[in-house]
C-alpha cells in the first residue's frame, strides 16, 4: 500500500507536528514527507531533522506584507514534495483563499479554541476572561476563512479555579497532542466524522 503524503507547516516549537510524525508508524495510512516552516529559527526544524523528516524554510519576513509573493515562494517546497495532505500546526501566517484553494478538502490545521467559539488569537485568555467553564482544542478543514471550516474533530478541558493563560494553554496542549493524531489517521482513511475527546 503506497501512504498518503503529509506536508507539516511549523512557525515555532513544532510540539503538534512530532506528535503527527511520531503517530505515522506502523499500519498508519500516511507518511509525513515535509516540514516546512516560515522561520529559519524555528525550534521543531531541528525536532523534525532528528525524525528524518526532510525540511524547508521560506521566511516570510523579506516580502514585508506582499502575501502573495510569500505564498508564492512557499508554494514551491510544498508542489515539489507532492503532498496528499497538508497539516498546519503552530502555522502562525494567515494563508490566502488563493492559496488555500490549492489544497481545499485537504488542508487540515489544529486551533486551541472550541470553535467557533474564539476564532482568532489570544483564545486562553479570552475564555477564562468570560468565565468558561470549558475550553478545549479543535481540528478544522482550511477554508478561506480563518478558523472556520468543516470541524474534524474538537477536545473539551475544564477551566480551572486560578487558571492562567498559561496553565489553561499547558493543560489544552496536552489534548491537542492527542486529538491532532487521531483526526489526521480517521482523515488519512477517508473518515471525515468528528473525532470527540474525551
Ligand atoms: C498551540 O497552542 C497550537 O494550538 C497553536 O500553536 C501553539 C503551539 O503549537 N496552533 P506547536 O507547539 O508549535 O505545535
Known sequence: MSHKRVAILISGGGSNMVSLVDSMTGDHPARPCLVLSNDAQAVGLKKAADRGIPTAVVDHRPFKGDRAAFEA?????????????????????????????????????????????????????????????????????????????????????????????????????????????EVLRRFAEGDRSPVLLP
Request: with cysteine; hydrophobic share 40%.
Open 73 to 181: 515562494e512557499l508554494l514551491k517546497p510544498l508542489e515539489d514534495t507532492r503532498p496528499d495532505i497538508v497539516c498546519l500546526a503552530g502555522f502562525m501566517r494567515v494563508l490566502t483563499g488563493d492559496f488555500v484553494s490549492r489544497f481545499q478538502g485537504r488542508m487540515l490545521n489544529i486551533h486551541p479554541s472550541l470553535l467557533p467559539k474564539y476564532k482568532g488569537l489570544n483564545t486562553h485568555s479570552r475564555a477564562i476572561e468570560a468565565g468558561d467553564a470549558e475550553h478545549g482544542c479543535s481540528v478544522h478543514e482550511v477554508t478561506a476563512a480563518l478558523d472556520d471550516g468543516p470541524i474534524l474533530g474538537q477536545a473539551g478541558v475544564p477551566i480551572e479555579a486560578g487558571d492562567t493563560a498559561e496553565t489553561l494553554a499547558a493543560r489544552v496542549l496536552v489534548w491537542e497532542h492527542k486529538l491532532y493524531p
